[in-house]
């Protein structure tokens, strides 16, 4: 912090970073780099794990980033990371209450370009006015990088021949053409020196780690740039939060992973929580974190906190979870009054909810937010829905298909979600029709190929 600024750093939280991209093109990878760098660099125990996210604080951010990042020139305590890249409750960044992330690095693979869900994560993030940067991803696969035997493993930019950079920067420049396309204006970000409000795009390798610091430079300018204002937060006030996934838990019964970005949640509170059909009215039975070293085998992977603060990956175990939604909110009760927290929680849900109509297919999808993308797509297909949840293909959504008159709509649509055995079974016998893919618009498009099939047929 600089001696003019005054703000409490304890009120600043930490920015929610976001990982998307094309399958493959190493949101993983770019993810472990950033951790394993955190751990060489720091002491261990610097970074903390938490349910589904990672914190990196500020100080090994910039000693990862060498001489880039000053810590006195930030007043943010550092970003936490979202581990489950590729997780589609990142269909909505930003829900009315706040923000599932603050910030996201679009990972392109600079050989294969711009592919279909890069296109959707674009969508989602223009959406949900998301700053974001592009990782410019695999520059060490440029053909001709240095791959003799013994060649070093950190082989860089400036170790290579002009016509490898040439290479390079096509790819680079292809990749600013793209996102143009889309409406953005991008410039370059090879070697950081000072960053602009236009998309970075950043050259990386998550193998070698070249780029990884002038990534890291990057995200936290973008996040002190844009982020200021809402990444004051009241820690001691109650508890928000997005549902990341639903998971039953040995031991424990369904639990929730919440990414808490306001306030605190402790072990006696009462939470609302959006349900499949109603908010959920629960009380706190226990908070779990991930034991540090989780891979000795203990009793359990988790131990159980008192409370936690944001901005925090924690798993909360609760009774009557079971109907809980991966996207929805999660908020505490402390301190107020019932009635306006459900009225709050019932306010955000029904701003995602999808309108459905007499007759139509059904929609399943692994979160709110990917459900109400896959309503707009279906939507503008003009293909009428029926039903649509969050969940796998359950055997009671094959009933639901299987009343429809229309052989067209003897179908269930599922959106990055699996098809339970008995479901399919079911489908079988009662002649539905399941599709199920993780990419928005080759799901749409299967379903009209069967659509044209059933009309030629009828010809
Ligand atoms: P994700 O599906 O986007 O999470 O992609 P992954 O991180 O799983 O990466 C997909 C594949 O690409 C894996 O085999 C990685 O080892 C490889 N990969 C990722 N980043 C790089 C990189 O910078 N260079 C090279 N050579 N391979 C990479």
């Known amino acids: 912090m600089s001696d003019t600024d005054t703000r409490d750093p304890t009120s600043l939280r930490t920015p929610i970073v976001a990982v998307l991209g094309h399958v493959d093109h190493g949101k993983t990878s770019l993810l472990d780099k ?25 100080d090994i951010i910039s000693t990862i980033a060498g001489d880039l990042v000053d810590p006195d020139d930030f007043d943010l305590p550092g970003l936490l990371f979202i581990d489950t890249p590729g997780h589609h409750s990142f269909t909505t960044l930003r829900s009315r209450g706040g923000a599932l992330a603050d910030i996201a690095i679009l990972v392109v693979d600079v050989n294969d370009g711009f592919q279909p869900q890069t296109l959707e994560a674009l969508d989602i993030l223009k959406r949900s006015e998301t700053p974001f940067i592009v990782a410019a991803n695999k520059i060490d696969t440029v053909p001709g990088w240095t791959e003799h035997e013994d060649a070093p493993i950190n082989d860089t930019y400036e170790s290579q021949t002009d016509r490898v950079r040439e290479r390079l920067d096509e790819s680079l420049y292809e990749i600013i053409g793209n996102l143009s396309d889309e409406g953005f204006s991008a410039d370059l970000y ?12 950043v050259p990386v390798s998550a193998m070698t780690g070249e780029g990884v610091p002038d990534l890291l430079t990057v995200m936290m300018g973008l996040s002190q740039r844009y982020m200021k204002e809402e990444m ?21 019964g369904t639990t929730i992973d919440t990414v808490l970005y306001d306030g605190t949640i402790r072990a006696d509170d009462t939470l609302v929580v959006g349900g499949q059909n109603e908010p959920i009215v629960t009380e706190v039975r226990a908070l779990l974190q991930p034991r540090p070293l989780a891979e000795i085998r203990t009793e359990s992977r988790f131990e159980t906190v008192e409370e936690v603060s944001a901005a925090s990956g924690i798993k909360v175990a609760a009774p009557d979870l079971a109907d809980a939604m991966a996207g929805a909110p999660v908020r505490v009760v402390r301190d ?124």
């Open 232 to 252: 004051e937060i009241d820690v001691a006030g109650p508890g928000v939060g997005t549902v990341l996934e639903v998971k039953e838990e040995k031991g424990f």
């Open 34 to 58: 950033i951790r394993g760098s955190a751990v060489i660099e720091g002491e261990a125990g610097a970074i903390t794990q938490h349910i589904g996210a990672t914190a990196v604080p500020l």
């Open 336 to 459: 107020r009054d019932l009635d306006d927290v459900i009225a709050e929680v019932q306010a955000e849900l029904a701003d995602i909810a999808v309108d459905t109509a007499e007759e139509g297919v059904v929609v399943k999808a692994d979160t709110l937010g990917s459900l109400e993308a896959m309503a707009d797509a279906l939507g503008e297909a003009e293909v009428p829905i029926v039903r649509a949840e969050v969940g796998d293909v359950a055997p009671r959504d094959v009933s639901v298909a299987s009343t429809a008159e229309d052989p067209k709509q003897q179908v269930i649509l599922g959106f990055n979600v699996d098809t339970l055995d008995d479901a399919e079974q079911r489908a079988e016998i009662d002649d539905v029709e399941i599709f199920t893919d993780e990419v928005i618009y080759q799901l749409v498009e299967g379903y009209e190929e069967y659509v044209e099939n059933i009309e030629q047929a009828q010809q």
């Open 190 to 201: 090879w070697r950081v020196q000072n960053f602009q409000r236009n998309v970075g795009v």
